[in-house]
């Protein structure tokens, strides 16, 4: 990330110091794009948390402010210690319980968890606890009838802002719902690139056409890939050959495609299991794997109950895996879990990932199912990432809650991850 990208700011946490905190959300909200709503979005998001934790602080004790410009988001992360933060609140779904006298002071920051668009919460390495905000700027949606382009001598490359936003509206034309939401704003599109999270790939002819496309993001060591999405026959290989010629000079170590075009040529890479959307066979999608560079494995902590499951998918993979086999010993946990969702409106689909692992678990996970529902997203997924102690804990609880493992990403987290989808409870 480039260095006038991102500004920081170190405060105590004193309620005179409040005024400061707010300019510099603002402040940063407005120079990396974001327009006076949004920013204010931002601002109050940033002033609810910084006033909640000041009522827990003690003398002396600080926050670091951490604002980010990602090309088509502004990301505002707050470090402070674990212990000046309640879980149980910042859960979305979490039951509001009027009675309860601390549950003014925590409306704060239930409300700032529900002004931005995307929020996460991680344990640090250096033991501090970082509370991540994100607002994406606003986009205009342009959703257009597109001719088709015509025959011709395609070439593969980057191709330019212009190719790109074409592209974006062609795939909406002619994948619809099967294509990310993302696809509808063009603009989006070009500063999703730009930001060098996402890379693209164009078939463009000599005369401004594009025939076709691919698009990935980089997450970690896995590197999650779209399409491809040909408007003219012939490209597909093509394209996808050029995109793996890229990846393999990069730091992945793996790339996975969740949802394969028809026109996908499957012998490049691997099956991992099945994703069914809207809970229809008929919607299925052959989730597609390939190993980049040489696997020199990893420590990976497995439920007992989950353990032939994944055995038999590294089997498959010939993955190198240390299993180390997880039972809960009646240790204690935290209260309350914390749980993350996103959530793709245009595919009816949710993904929800850990945060935090407490004694909840299994209430929040029903909650969080039964609000996702109601919204109309019949679609959703948990990602347990097997890198991490505690989260195979949850293994016993997603059963019972009604979800079934899938496939396994690997490298998909801190360490591989188990991708399980809802098919109803117990």
């Not at 707010?22 to 794009?33: D, L, M, R």
């Not at 006298?101 to 704060?108: K, R, S």
């Not at 079934?404 to 117990?426: H, I, K, M, N, T």
């Amino acid at each position: 990330m480039e260095e006038d990208r991102v500004v920081e700011l170190r405060t105590l946490l004193a309620m005179d110091m409040l005024p400061l905190v707010t300019g510099f959300a603002e402040s940063a909200a407005k120079v990396f794009g974001l327009d006076d709503t949004r920013g204010l979005r931002l601002g109050l998001a940033v002033e609810e948390i910084f006033v909640f934790i000041v009522a827990q602080a003690r003398k002396g004790e600080t926050m670091r402010l951490v604002a980010k410009s990602g090309g088509y988001y502004v990301e505002i992360a707050c470090f402070v210690s674990p212990r000046l933060l309640p879980t149980k609140v910042m859960n979305k779904t979490a039951a509001t319980d009027i009675e309860d006298e601390n549950f003014l002071a925590e409306m704060g920051i239930l409300l700032a968890t529900r002004m931005v668009d995307r929020f996460k919460l991680v344990m640090e390495q250096d033991k501090e606890m970082g509370l991540y905000f994100l607002v994406e700027k606003q986009y205009s949606e342009v959703v257009a009838q597109l001719a088709m382009p015509p025959k011709g001598d395609y070439t593969i490359d980057a191709g330019g802002r212009e190719s790109l936003k074409w592209f974006a509206q062609q795939v909406i034309n002619s994948y619809g719902i099967a294509a990310p939401g993302f696809f509808r704003f063009p603009g989006k599109v070009v500063d999703m690139v730009d930001s060098g999270e996402y890379q693209a790939i164009l078939a463009v002819d000599g005369k401004g056409n594009v025939g076709g496309g691919m698009l990935w993001r980089w997450n970690g060591k896995m590197a999650e890939a779209y399409g491809p999405y040909i408007f003219q026959e012939g490209l597909a290989v093509r394209l996808v050959e050029k995109a793996l010629e890229k990846l393999a000079r990069s730091s992945a170590v793996t790339v996975v495609v969740r949802q394969p075009t028809k026109e996908f040529p499957r012998d490049y890479f691997e099956e991992l299991g099945l994703t069914i959307a809207e809970g229809k066979t008929l919607n299925s999608h052959t989730v597609l794997y390939r190993q980049l560079e040489e696997d020199t494995g990893m420590v990976v902590f497995v439920h007992s109950s989950l353990q032939k499951f994944v055995e038999k998918c590294y089997e498959r993979l010939v993955l190198p895996r240390n299993i180390i086999s997880v039972e809960c010993a009646g240790e204690n946990l935290v209260p309350y879990s914390l749980f993350s969702v996103s959530i793709d409106r245009n595919q009816k689909q949710a993904v929800l990932s850990a945060l935090l692992v407490g004694v909840d678990a299994q209430s929040v996970l029903i909650d969080y199912v039964s609000s996702l529902q109601k919204q109309g997203l019949s679609t959703i997924f948990f990602e347990l990432d097997i890198g991490k102690e505690l989260e195979s804990l949850l293994v016993p609880d997603l059963r019972i809650v009604g979800f079934r493992p899938s496939f396994v990403l690997p490298w998909g987290g801190q360490g591989d991850v188990v991708v399980f989808q809802y098919a109803g409870g117990e």
